[in-house]
């Protein structure tokens, strides 16, 4: 099977824009979450998506939107983006064995605002 | 708030030498996991400890997970520069193993000299 995907890789933006990743997730895998990993906080989790639903949620501000398609496919949205919002934005999906969801990450999209 | 402190934070050492890392937390966990992450790249599944007291073992690495599943530590035997990564560990708090949502702590850089 193929391995999650994320769309673009490598961003630019200023302050002010807004920006959409997209997550595409291994074959079969209905939940989506996103994370997102800087130097300082680590990796923090932003969302997780499960058919079409946001079932679970961080604590990050409401500039930071999600939305999940019927094909599994999720995207990610920051509006007004700030210089703190720069960091690597992780997608992973999640496969559930033993009652436990065991989750494979995307190689991440990199955010730079400037 | 929720959570969980790794340490150390950092770690040099010697190929060959053994090491340990560690990952606590003050809530008790339904599930953890631990992963390594290269640069450039997301975080891979290395493994999942469900139950208390539970020993896996992967080739080298010894995973354990404290009785109270409060804790876990990662042992490493006779490390080699093919070990040198980020290693993460995440938990699922009750209510949540079976879904997308991780806690992770802040990660340890290990990096093996030859």
């Known amino acids: 099977k193929a391995g999650v995907t994320q769309t673009p890789r490598y961003l630019i933006k200023t302050r002010g824009q807004q920006v959409t990743l997209s997550c595409s997730p291994i074959?079969?895998?209905?939940?989506v979450s996103w994370y997102q990993q800087t130097p300082g906080q680590g990796l923090q989790f932003l969302f997780e998506?499960?058919?079409?639903?946001?079932?679970n949620k961080g604590n990050f501000p409401g500039r930071f939107s999600g939305r999940q398609f019927s094909n599994s496919r999720s995207e990610m949205n920051v509006s007004t983006l700030e210089l703190g919002d720069s960091a690597l934005y992780l997608c992973?999906?999640?496969?559930?064995?033993?009652?436990?969801?065991?989750?494979?990450f995307g190689p991440g999209t990199r955010l730079t605002v400037l | 708030t929720q959570l969980l402190e790794q340490s150390p934070q950092f770690l040099s050492i010697q190929e060959g030498e053994n090491l340990t890392v560690y990952c606590n937390s003050s809530s008790v966990f339904s599930s953890l996991q631990w992963y390594r992450q290269e640069p450039g790249e997301g975080p891979v599944l290395l493994v999942t400890?469900?139950?208390?007291?539970e020993v896996k073992k992967l080739k080298r690495l010894t995973f354990q997970f404290g009785d109270a599943r409060k804790d876990s530590s990662l042992h490493i035997t006779a490390a080699q520069p093919g070990d040198t990564g980020l290693y993460l560990c995440?938990?699922?708090?009750?209510?949540?193993?079976?879904?997308?949502?991780?806690?992770f702590g802040q990660g340890t850089t290990l990096q093996v000299k030859p």
């Open positions: 998506y499960f058919s079409e639903t946001q079932r």
């Open positions: 992973a999906s999640s496969f559930i064995s033993g009652g436990v969801a065991e989750q494979f």
């Open positions: 995440a938990g699922a708090y009750s209510g949540s193993s079976n879904t997308g949502k991780l806690i």
């Open positions: 400890v469900v139950t208390g007291g």
């Open positions: 074959s079969g895998h209905r939940s």
